[in-house]
């Protein structure tokens, strides 16, 4: 079976420019999740997704934003990129409420912001 | 709000030396505590899930426990291929969301 996938891997953008990273479930999952990874403050929760509905949001700026298709693949956006947004996006699937279902997450698109 | 506070940060074994990682977190309603293995340049593995204080898992040379405050990850006898950091993390009852509140780590490192 295979792993949650995120395109692409590896992201330099420039501050004010906007991002669109892509998440691909595994199969059968329809929650999808998305977490920030920086060294100072660890994983922090973005938002969550479940049969294309926003089911949670973190604290986070609105420039920050997320969408969930049909097929349960995700998309998050990033808009006016600063250089604090460099950083590890993590997406996340999980079956969602039954019963053990973890997350599982994917690699990471690491972003980089000059 | 939900807090995770993991102990030590930073941990240096050498091989066969075992000991264990501290988990101490607040939450409102306990769904699960969860525990996770990061290796550099990818995302967190699962490892474990608890429910209920009581509870403990195993794997290999891990061991999972938990009380109502605290969760403890028992290493017996470690290999180097146990270096990683691992990542305790915490899910509260807010509506059925599966948002997970984590902890910053513990980075170990098992010395050959």
């Known amino acids: 079976k295979a792993g949650v996938t995120q395109t692409p891997r590896y992201l330099i953008k420039t501050r004010g420019q906007q991002v669109t990273l892509s998440c691909s479930p595994i199969s059968g999952h329809r929650s999808v999740s998305w977490y920030q990874q920086t060294p100072g403050q660890g994983l922090q929760f973005l938002f969550e997704y479940f049969s294309e509905t926003q089911r949670n949001k973190g604290n986070f700026p609105g420039r920050f934003s997320g969408r969930q298709f049909s097929n349960s693949r995700s998309e998050m956006n990033v808009s006016t990129l600063e250089l604090g947004d460099s950083a590890l996006y993590l997406c996340?699937?999980?079956?969602?409420?039954?019963?053990?279902?973890?997350?599982?997450f994917g690699n990471g698109t690491r972003l980089t912001v000059t | 709000e939900d807090q995770v506070t993991q102990s030590p940060e930073a941990l240096r074994l050498q091989e066969g030396e075992s000991s264990s990682l501290n988990c101490s977190y607040t939450?409102?309603?306990?769904?699960?505590l969860f525990w996770y293995r990061q290796d550099p340049g990818k995302g967190p593995e699962f490892l474990f899930t608890l429910y209920s204080a009581g509870e403990e898992k195993e794997k290999e040379r891990l061991k999972a426990t938990l009380t109502k405050k605290e969760s403890f990850l028992h290493i017996t006898a470690p290999k180097p291929e146990d270096s990683a950091t691992y990542l305790c993390a915490v899910q509260g009852s807010q509506g059925g969301s599966e948002k997970l509140v984590f902890g910053k780590g513990t980075k170990l490192t098992v010395n050959p």
């Open positions: 939450v409102s309603g306990l769904r699960g």
């Open positions: 996340a699937s999980s079956t969602a409420g039954t019963g053990d279902s973890p997350l599982h």
